[in-house]
């Protein structure tokens, strides 16, 4: 469909990760959870937003979109705001912020299935 280029530069929610460029294979949309593990740990659904360096770090939309991998076939790239995305558990109820012990964050995901995603 059309080629998506984006890159994350280092930042206080997570590492930096170079311009990546991808061809997609069907329309963005919004993602609000996904599943993910917090090394060491269980693979479950978390909650999911993008991470804005606006304010000096803020949530913004996260977005999936199905995009072809060289040498892999098809995936699921989460990605969100110019300071990636950030994932908390399900159980968790507080607001989204980087001071949290319960909450980190990513450049991106790349997910193999898509029912690994649960859309907004």
């Known amino acids: 469909m059309a080629m998506l280029m ?12 170079p311009q990546l460029i991808f061809n997609t294979l069907a329309d963005v949309r919004q993602v609000s ?4 593990a917090r090394t060491g740990g269980q693979t479950t ?3 999911i937003t ?10 913004s939309t996260a977005y999936v979109v199905k995009i072809e991998e060289s ?6 790239l989460v990605y969100g705001g110019d300071w990636g995305v950030r994932l908390m558990p399900p ?8 001071a949290s012990k ?3 964050g990513e450049p ?4 193999n299935d898509e029912s690994d995603v649960r859309y907004a």
């Open 33 to 36: 959870h996904v599943k993910a």
């Open 108 to 111: 991106y995901l790349l997910l």
């Open 50 to 59: 993008g991470w804005s360096s606006a304010g000096g770090g803020t949530p």
């Open 6 to 17: 984006f890159e994350v530069e280092e930042n206080p929610n997570c590492e930096g990760m």
């Open 102 to 104: 319960t909450q980190w």
């Open 71 to 76: 040498g892999s076939g098809v995936g699921w």
């Open 91 to 98: 159980v968790v109820t507080e607001a989204w912020d980087l």
């Open 45 to 47: 659904f978390h909650r």
